[in-house]
């Protein structure tokens, strides 16, 4: 570590030394998370639990981020902190500090060269994705060496090999396998029409221990089911996106060949190659009617996957080593019950649509509407969502939203757990924002969960009042309010209060937010990507600033 940081500062020296006539920009921003743990056995939050509400009571992370440029180099650096840490293992505790990204760049002409850590996307990522998600602790970034050359403004090509990092027992370290990969993309307009497209391939070689473990566990199965593994796998994919007027279409088609893979249901080791089809139409256009205030935006998407998943090896743990990743083709939601089921990308099998369509009336009136389905392969249902909202601006001072959602969620299979029912909702919402005066505005948002299913049904009320530019304060009630019990819930058959409550403070470019929170267990999503953490109880306080 130490020679990472004596080559960064030499590097910054030489490009200062070479251009002293060019000022150098510097920049960077830092967060900060301290969690203090409570234990409430009311809901299911003992020492048992995990090791913060026992013996270490907190724990925190910090990110530090400087970035400078100067005469065509480009310098970044992160110190990361995690101590007695739940943010990459919501179960367990890390601790660790260093370096957890470096980075130097040079343009030279068209051509772009960066050594050390990178985040790169080859089309939508579906074969190669390298990137991060600080809200649920993921950091999938490629140490090594990525060029990208520009022919021409519409013509580039990329390149890239490194190892992984991103795992839970040593978030400083990168993965034994390594990956390699080449993108090649390109845009051109001919008359009304644009057209952008491209095409990669991407290259996983597994190291020695790796099919080791894995032709050990080929030769204990019974003899019709064992099978050669392969050292590599190669994914590949093509994507094409047409824009006519108001019209859009796109196709992205994605293969794998044949490698060792674990069945997402069963957990044994498949020989299969893999394959995703993902198609796109869209037709928006705005100003309509004869007084030009309406406007309207309708979607359809359909996805196909069969064993489609790239990973560095079938060993990995959940949410650790994905190379290509699959995103839910479900509504991203913010409201806290409406979130609570969220399905994640079944790679072993599934065939999914998803159709979005939004009206705006007026200036003063809109509609959206979401319909999602997604079922096996063999047509066994996973997941269906039906969505409503309409918004309305009543005036100046008041804005009404209020909606209906209805879902059918497998839980047996999104949050493996056998023997639980499917979970079928209804949840109505509404959420009403008043302006007090200039600076102050109350918000008001309630929802209410009902199912027969899981932990039974749930309301949730959330009273906000922001006063610009400084001070934001919120005080909220998630309640269970007619309980539902498995046999292997440790939680009490009573009605239960999960209540938060939050303070925020802002000048110029910092934060500080303060908050006393109580989570039921459930399902986090971020992005599209979604990982079930156990209850929590207890305070957290933030710091963000930038630089």
Sequence with gaps: MKHVVLLITLIGIACIAKAQKDKGVFSGNFQGVFNGFVVDSAIGVTEKTAPQYGTQKSSSEAFLYANYAQ???VISARFDLFNNSNLLN???SYSGQGL???????????LKVTAGYFYEQYGSGLVFRAYKDDLIGLDYAIQGVKVAYNFTNNFAVKAFTGRQKGFQENRFGVANQVVKGVNVEGSRTIGNATFDGGTSLVNRTLDNDAMNSIAAEINSMVVDKRFNPKYNVYAYNGYFTMGIKDFTYSVEVVGKTKEAIRNQIDGNLENKDGKLVNVMAGYAKAKLGKKHKSGIAINLQYRFIDNYIMTLSPNVKPLEGIVGFVPSLTQQSTYRLLARYSAQAISNGEKAIQADFNFTINKENAVNANFSNIKQLDGSLLYNEYYVEYSRKVN????VKG????????????QGKPGHDNVKTI???VDMTIKLDKKTHLRIEAQYLKTAQDYGSFANAIVEITHSPHYSFAISDM???VPHRYADNPVPDKVLHYYSIFGKYSIKATAFTLAYIKQVEGVN???GVCRLEPAFSGIRFTLTTNF
């Design 396 to 399: 100046k001072n008041l804005k």
């Design 71 to 73: 005469s065509g180099y």
């Design 100 to 110: 957890g990204f470096w980075q130097i760049s040079k343009e030279i002409d068209k």
């Design 525 to 527: 999503c971020s992005g």
């Design 90 to 92: 919501p179960t367990g």
């Design 403 to 414: 909606g209906l959602q209805s879902i059918f969620y497998n839980q047996a299979i999104y």
């Design 427 to 429: 949840t109505p919402f």
């Design 479 to 481: 309640v269970n309010t």
